[in-house]
């Protein structure tokens, strides 16, 4: 894995999982896989997160909350859609309440996979997506958070 050039803020919204995958996530973040060695930070507010770690299907319920989190969340962001069922459905696809995956209501950046994923991958999946999120910083001009670059000051 490669040294990233900020620490990725993140957070996690569990869509109606089975919970498999929202404890691997936990894992994540126990000293034996130490998502803090990235200098992955966890937060509950997304106005301060860059990455938004998704797990479970989207169905009509959770559709708004989903869509409401991700657009309170600053430019640049990467979503990254956690386990089969973020990905498709996975053993709930069938259900009638079911829309799908993650992809159907937000932009997806990185789909880690698995029925549960393994901590492994959703650590590869974070470390990908803060790659995408230096990049996206560097379009944009501006190398740390909070930086004002020429002509957007007001």
């Known amino acids: 894995m490669s040294t990233l050039e900020k620490s990725p803020w993140l957070i996690h919204y569990d869509a109606s999982s089975c919970n498999g995958c929202d404890i691997e996530v936990l894992a994540c973040l126990t000293p034996v896989y130490d998502a803090e060695r990235f200098g992955c930070i966890v937060t509950g507010d997304p106005k301060q997160a860059d990455i938004l770690l998704v797990t479970g299907s989207v169905n009509n319920l959770n559709e708004p909350v989903l869509k409401n989190i ?6 640049p962001r990467a979503v ?4 089969a069922c973020a990905y498709s459905g996975g053993v709930f696809a069938d259900c009638y309440n079911v829309k799908g995956g993650i992809a159907k209501v937000i932009p997806v950046d990185v789909f880690v996979p698995g029925c549960a994923a393994r901590p492994e991958a959703i650590l ?31």
């Open 124 to 154: 590869d999946g974070v470390v990908r997506a803060a790659g995408l999120l230096a990049e996206r910083r560097r379009a944009m001009g501006r190398g740390k958070r909070g930086t004002v670059t020429e002509g957007e000051a007001s």
């Open 80 to 83: 990254v859609a956690i386990g």
């Open 70 to 75: 991700y657009e309170q969340m600053p430019e």
